[in-house]
Structure formats: structure tokens, C-alpha cells
């Protein structure tokens, strides 16, 4: 299977998890992602009051180049339970499969965590010793919301959702 194929396999297998899961589970499992959207949001935030727009089109978004593997299961999986449609175009490589000419399709509290949690030099040098804090403590919140997910479904839904049943099952998402 190419990306494409893998993408949507991989979506529709998303489903099939969701419909199986029993109401505890899917009540608890809300809760984290409710959790999970809130820390992104407001990891976004922090960065944005640094100015990030302006550094991020300085610099025409050199980091999401290649960034087919950031989006994992359990943030695709949150699009799925908000009843947000995903699409994504592989055929663009090597600019992210999610990206345009206006940036991410995904606000952020719906983008990948990998993509949130990342700060490149240039906006690492403007934040406050006070926002790195903010940022580890969001990081951590996020990394807890895996963990826990990934505990509640049985899944690892930390996992690349382009490597989720294939080389997934032995990966060890970074939480
Ligand atoms: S998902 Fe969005 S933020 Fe992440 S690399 Fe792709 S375009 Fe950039």
C-alpha cells in the first residue's frame, strides 16, 4: 500500500476502534481528548504571544517539510470523535501532506502534538524563562494524555498513524 492507502486504512481502522469501545471506555477516553485539545491550545498560545506568526513567515515553514509522520493515531483519532473531516495529500512531498500556502489546515488544538510541541532556534530564543515552564508543563500534560489513552483502548496511540499496524505494533511512541 502506498500513503494514501495507508492513511485511509488506517482512519477507517480508527472507527472500527471507536465503535468497539465500551461507554466507560468512550467516556474516558473524551475526557482525555478534551483534555488533550485544551493543552495544545494553549501551547499554541504561548508561542503565539512570542510572535510566531511573524517568525513562521520569515521563515516560509521550513519545519513542517516532511512532516508526514507527526500526525499520530490518537490526533487523528480526535478529529474523528469532534466529527472533523482530515484530509491529507501525499502527492505535495515534500511539503506536509496536511500543509498549504496558508499554513496547516488543522487549528491547533487539533494539530499534531509533535507539531505543537516543537519550537525551532528562532522562537526558542524569544521565550521567557516563565513561558518554558508554561511549555514543559503543556508538553508533559500531553505526553500524560497518550499515556493514558493509549492504557484505556489498548492501543498505542502515540504511534505514527502511517505506521499504526504495520512496523507500529513494536514502536515505542516517545511519552
Ligand atoms: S501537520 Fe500542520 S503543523 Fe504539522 S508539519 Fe504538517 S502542516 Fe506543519
Not at 472507527?15 to 495544545?40: C, D, E, F, I, M
Not at 483519532?77 to 512531498?93: N, V
Request: glycine share 8%; charged share 25%.
Amino acid at each position: 500500500m502506498d500513503d494514501q492507502q495507508v492513511w485511509h486504512h488506517n482512519t477507517d481502522r480508527i472507527k472500527g476502534l471507536l465503535a468497539v469501545l465500551p461507554a466507560g471506555t468512550g467516556l474516558g477516553l473524551t475526557q482525555l481528548l478534551s483534555r488533550y485539545r485544551k493543552a495544545k491550545e494553549a501551547l499554541a498560545a504561548v508561542v503565539a504571544e512570542v510572535d510566531a506568526a511573524s517568525v513562521c513567515s520569515r521563515c516560509g515553514g521550513q519545519c513542517c517539510l516532511n512532516g508526514k509522520y507527526r500526525i499520530n493515531v490518537l490526533d487523528a483519532l480526535a478529529h474523528t470523535t469532534a466529527d472533523i473531516a482530515l484530509s491529507a495529500d501525499f502527492s505535495q512531498k515534500p511539503v506536509c501532506p496536511y500543509g498549504t500556502d496558508a499554513g496547516c489546515i488543522m487549528e491547533p488544538g487539533l494539530r499534531p502534538a509533535d507539531c505543537v510541541m516543537f519550537i525551532c532556534d528562532a522562537i526558542d530564543r524569544k521565550l521567557s524563562p516563565q513561558a518554558r515552564l508554561i511549555l514543559a508543563a503543556g508538553e508533559e500534560d500531553l505526553r500524560d494524555c497518550i499515556r493514558k489513552a493509549s492504557a484505556l483502548t489498548g492501543e498505542p496511540l502515540g504511534t505514527p498513524l502511517l505506521l499504526w499496524g504495520g512496523k507500529s505494533d513494536t514502536y515505542k511512541p516517545k511519552v
